[in-house]
C-alpha cells in the first residue's frame, strides 16, 4: 500500500490510544457510578480490588473520591489529546475511500466519522464544564486546576449532557466497529488495514 492510501503513522497511534482510553473511561465512569456515597474515609486503596496495585494517598478520602478524581484527571488528559487529535485531522488529508465503496456506504461512513469527531470532543467537555459547575472543581493527578463555582442547576445540565453523549458515542461506537470488520469479513478490502503500522 503506498502512503497516500493509508493513515499517517501519529494519526494510526492516536486512533488506537484514544479509542482504548476511552473504553477505559467508559469502564471507570461505569464503575465509580456504582460505588457507595457513604464509604468510610480511607487512606489505602486496593486498585479496583485486583489486588496488584495499593493506591496510597495523604489524606483519607472515600474510595467514591478516588475514582472520580481518577476520571476526571485522565478526562481532563483525553481531551488535549483529542484535541490534538482534532488538529492533525484538519492538517493531514485522510486517504481516500476505497473505489469499491457504495455512495450509500461513503456517506453512512463520513457522516459517522465526522459524528464521532464531534461526541469525542464532547465528552471529555462536558464532563469538564459539569465539574467546573460543581462544588468540587478540579485536581489534576492533585495539582488544582480550577475551583468550582457551585451552580447545581450547570452542574445537573452537564451531567445529562455528560450521559446522552455516552450513549450516543457508544451507538456511534459499536456502528464504526460493525463497519470495520464488515470491511475485514464480508469485502476483505484494505480498509481495517490502513489503520495499522506497516
Ligand atoms: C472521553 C472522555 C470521557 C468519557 C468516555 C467519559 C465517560 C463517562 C461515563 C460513561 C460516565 C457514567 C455516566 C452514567 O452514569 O451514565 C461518566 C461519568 C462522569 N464523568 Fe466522564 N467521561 C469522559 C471525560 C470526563 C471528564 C474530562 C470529566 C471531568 C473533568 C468527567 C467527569 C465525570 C463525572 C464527574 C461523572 C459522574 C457524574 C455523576 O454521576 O455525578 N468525565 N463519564
Avoid at 465539574?131 to 489534576?140: A, D, N, Q, V
Wanted: net charge positive; glycine share 6%; aromatic share 16%.
Amino acid at each position: 500500500m503506498s502512503s497516500t492510501q493509508r493513515y499517517t503513522k501519529v494519526a494510526v497511534i492516536l486512533h488506537w490510544l484514544i479509542a482504548l482510553a476511552i473504553i477505559g473511561m467508559f469502564a471507570l465512569g461505569w464503575y465509580m457510578g456504582g460505588l457507595p456515597k457513604d464509604a468510610p474515609k480511607q487512606t489505602e486503596f486496593d486498585l479496583f480490588n485486583w489486588g496488584i496495585y495499593t493506591w496510597q494517598m495523604d489524606e483519607p478520602g472515600s474510595v467514591r473520591n478516588l475514582y472520580f478524581n481518577l476520571h476526571k484527571s485522565l478526562g481532563f488528559t483525553l481531551l488535549w489529546l483529542i484535541l490534538f487529535r482534532v488538529y492533525w485531522r484538519i492538517t493531514h488529508t485522510p486517504p481516500a475511500m476505497l473505489a469499491s465503496y457504495s455512495a450509500f456506504e461513503r456517506k453512512l461512513a463520513t457522516a459517522t466519522h465526522h459524528c464521532l469527531y464531534l461526541l469525542m470532543v464532547a465528552m471529555p467537555l462536558s464532563g469538564v464544564l459539569m465539574t467546573l459547575y460543581s462544588k468540587f472543581g478540579l485536581k489534576w493527578f492533585g495539582l488544582d486546576v480550577f475551583g468550582g463555582l457551585d451552580n447545581a442547576s450547570l452542574r445537573d445540565f452537564f451531567k445529562e449532557s455528560h450521559e446522552l453523549f455516552a450513549n450516543i458515542l457508544l451507538a456511534l461506537f459499536i456502528l464504526h466497529v460493525v463497519g470495520a470488520l464488515k470491511h475485514r469479513f464480508i469485502d476483505k478490502d484494505q480498509t481495517l488495514s490502513r489503520m495499522t503500522l506497516k
